[in-house]
Nanobody
């Protein structure tokens, strides 16, 4: 059974930084795209950033230049470095990944989410 576990969320002042991690565990043959999404209270879940298996990235306009997505394929782990945080970045952040696991089945997985709170 594949699981995604996020960590690194917390409370930070505006202008500060946080680094989120997403560790995939279980029977994993390969991880294709990995991504970070967020959902603020009363709002829909939105894409923050994604990274392909080859390392190409794309970002939401609201985070370009402030957030950096990366991955360590050897560790089956993805990261989101968040700098210059703003109050509007407050949300639950979710990791998402396309993973080829047991019996070469490709499935999409979500983590349980980690809270990021930015105080103004």
């Amino acid at each position: 059974q594949v699981q995604l576990v996020e960590s690194g969320g917390g409370l930070v002042q505006a202008g500060g930084s946080l680094r989120l991690s997403c560790a995939a565990s279980g029977t994993i043959f390969s991880i294709n795209d990995m991504g970070w999404y967020r959902q603020a209270p009363g709002k829909q879940r939105e894409l923050v950033a994604r990274i392909s298996g080859f390392g190409s990235t794309n970002y939401a306009d609201s985070v370009k230049g402030r957030f950096t997505i990366s991955r360590d394929n050897a560790k089956n782990t993805g990261y989101l470095q968040m700098n210059s945080l703003k109050f509007d970045d407050t949300a639950v952040y979710y990791c998402n990944a396309d993973i080829v696991g047991s019996f070469w089945q490709r499935r999409n997985y979500w983590g349980q989410g980690t809270q990021v709170t930015v105080s103004s």
